[in-house]
């Protein structure tokens, strides 16, 4: 099974920007579809972000449109989260995923993600 390390968490103020690296330990991981999800407390997980292994695009969930960018750097086997404008509501454990399955924008928010990171701890203050 692939290793998939996040970093970049922290403790920020509204407005203030993170940006989240997931590093993975297989060079299979730069074929792999890419997705960002996040917890908070009392809450169930739900999808954030993810990137397809051409990179040609990348999905979001309403609620991070905008403020939230996902890239990939495939020579370096990692995948990015740039976050802007963070809000308190952003406050969560993120969690970097992949899959090896792909699909098309509507279907990357639904697909098999088997290989999970640790989680990241993210706290946005008012």
């Known amino acids: 099974q692939v290793q998939l390390v996040e970093s970049g968490g922290g403790l920020v103020q509204a407005g203030d920007s993170l940006r989240f690296s997931c590093a993975a330990s297989a060079r299979t991981f730069s074929r792999y579809t890419k997705g960002w999800f996040r917890q908070a407390p009392g809450k169930e997980r739900e999808f954030v972000a993810a990137i397809t292994t051409s990179a040609s695009y990348g999905y979001y969930a309403d609620s991070v449109k905008g403020r939230f960018t996902i890239s990939r750097d495939n020579a370096k086997n990692t995948v990015y989260l740039q976050m802007n404008n963070l809000k308190p509501e952003d406050t969560a454990v993120y969690f970097c995923?992949?899959?090896?399955?792909?699909?098309?924008?509507?279907?990357?928010?639904?697909?098999?993600?088997?290989?999970w990171g640790r989680g990241t701890q993210v706290t946005v203050s008012s």
């Open positions: 995923a992949s899959t090896s399955y792909t699909g098309g924008t509507s279907t990357l928010a639904v697909l098999p993600y088997n290989y």
